[in-house]
């Protein structure tokens, strides 16, 4: 089959040919129909301190997919050749503590399809059934295929309860948006989402952000007060891992204010950890996607009133993956989604 492989320790991924994945008993092979390019990938691609530390050499990458069952091992019962289905890309050991109390996302043997184990670049891959998730016929294939940023975003918005209350999401990536978006849905009061990149500010304007602000050029505390708050946000959701994004954050929450934490910031960045004491936050580290809580409640809210199609922004055929990796490197895209 082909596959798009980190094939060798250096910059770059190329498009080989592997053979099918083979399964075992518990394992679906899935024909990969639609796989969308995540941040993680172009790190992969960039071959950066990471991407070295973490990925064997080589391998079949990729993880943002959707597709539909090709075949079942012998003690798979759930699924049967032919149905539409996406996967849960983080592999869970099932005997360690917290899998066996039932929180598989806090799991300390997680590997990651695409980073660990064989990926989603490729015509087919092979998944525990455990992983897999059924799509219902009303959520649209290139939907299903970024059900794992969806899925972040889904997860750390709902960390904590938005009804009323005012959300400052600080990064307008792909996931940043559609976290954006989620807090709007499920009932926040005001939401602003902040970027230092024009072009992603109007994406999120686009697609229904109520307020979209160049943190380059405006000051969070100005921007409270045009909206009329008085004390500060009740609930953050960090997506842009950028560490100046994190400490104006801090500054702009209420006391009492929680934090979600999605964005992975450089190792060792400073903040004033006297404001995160007096104002008594609660910050709370987000991986992944909670298993299959954020799957459920993901689905739902993609059946019901939330609306991410806009959030993809290019799609090709996977032979032109390299402009694909070029415009998520360019930080103008959205969404790339790789049709297999
Ligand atoms: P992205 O890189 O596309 O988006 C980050 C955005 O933050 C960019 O648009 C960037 O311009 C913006 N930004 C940079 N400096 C800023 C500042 N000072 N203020 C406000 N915004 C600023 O990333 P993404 O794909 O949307 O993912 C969001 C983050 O989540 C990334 O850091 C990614 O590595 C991380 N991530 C974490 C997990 C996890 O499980 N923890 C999973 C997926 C992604
Ligand atoms: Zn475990």
């Not at 455990?130 to 009303?138: E, K, L």
């Not at 969806?150 to 792909?174: I, R």
Request: net charge negative; with cysteine.
């Amino acid at each position: 089959m082909k596959a798009l492989v980190k094939a060798k320790p250096e910059e770059g991924l190329w498009m080989e040919r592997v053979p099918v994945p083979e399964i075992g008993p518990n394992d679906v092979l899935i024909k990969v129909k639609k796989s969308a390019i995540c941040g993680t990938d172009v790190h992969i691609w960039n071959w950066d301190e990471w991407a070295r530390k973490t990925v064997p050499v080589p391998l079949v990458t990729g993880h943002e997919f959707t597709g539909e069952v090709a075949d079942v091992g012998a003690a798979v019962t759930e699924y049967k050749p032919g149905q539409r289905v996406s996967g849960e890309g983080h592999i869970v050991c099932g005997h360690c503590r917290n899998c066996r109390a039932g929180r598989g996302h806090l799991c300390r043997n997680t590997l990651g399809v695409g980073v660990q184990r064989p990926g989603s670049f490729a015509e087919f891959i092979a998944l525990p059934q455990h992983n897999v998730v059924a799509i219902p016929d009303d959520v649209p294939d290139e939907i299903a295929a970024i059900f794992d940023p969806l899925g972040n975003a889904v997860h750390t918005a709902l960390s904590f309860d938005l009804v009323g209350e005012d959300v400052l999401v600080t990064g307008a990536g792909p996931i940043g948006i559609m976290g954006a978006l989620v807090a709007q849905c499920v009932g926040a009061r005001k939401v602003v989402i902040t970027d230092i990149n024009p072009g992603r500010l109007e994406l999120a304007r686009k697609l229904g952000v109520r307020h979209a602000v160049n943190a380059a050029q405006e000051k969070l505390p100005d921007v409270m007060a045009r909206l009329g708050m008085t004390e500060g946000f009740d609930v953050g959701l960090e997506m842009s891992g950028a560490a100046p994004a994190f400490r104006d954050m801090i500054d702009a929450m209420n006391n009492g204010g929680k934090i979600a934490i999605l964005g992975i910031a450089p190792t060792g960045f400073e903040i004033d950890w006297n404001k995160v004491i007096f104002k008594m936050l609660h910050l709370k580290g987000i991986y992944g996607r909670e298993m299959f809580e954020t799957w459920y409640k993901m689905i739902a809210l993609v059946q019901g009133p939330l609306d991410v199609s806009g959030v993809i922004t290019h799609r090709m055929g996977i032979d032109d993956f390299r402009e694909g990796f070029d415009a998520m490197r360019s930080g103008e895209a959205g969404k790339v989604v790789l049709d297999w």
